[in-house]
């Protein structure tokens, strides 16, 4: 995937997922303060993206590193990267 798909994809999590308006989606809005979303609704948006992206971020350790949304695209192209130089992360089952 390119960044402008993965950026695509992450946004539609969002407006579907969490009902987050498409033009509040910027790379600078903080998860939780910017676009209000608490704990519960990270773990339906994590579920929402593994199920998007076919990963599994159970036991990654990067996830609590993510402020903002442009962190989550960044995340994201990380993984690809990955993926693509073969360092597959587990896929969910």
Do not use: C, H
């Amino acid at each position: 995937m390119t960044r402008e798909e993965i950026i695509a994809a992450v946004n539609n999590t969002f407006t579907e997922m969490l009902e987050v308006p498409p033009e509040e989606l910027s790379p600078e809005k903080e998860i939780f303060k910017d676009l209000g979303l608490d704990s519960l609704d990270m773990v339906d948006l994590m579920i929402g993206l593994q199920r998007k992206f076919g990963v599994s971020l159970r036991q990654n350790e990067e996830i609590r590193k993510i402020v903002t949304l442009g962190d989550v695209y960044n995340f994201f192209e990380k993984m690809e990267a990955r993926l693509r130089e073969g360092e597959a992360p587990a896929k969910q089952e």
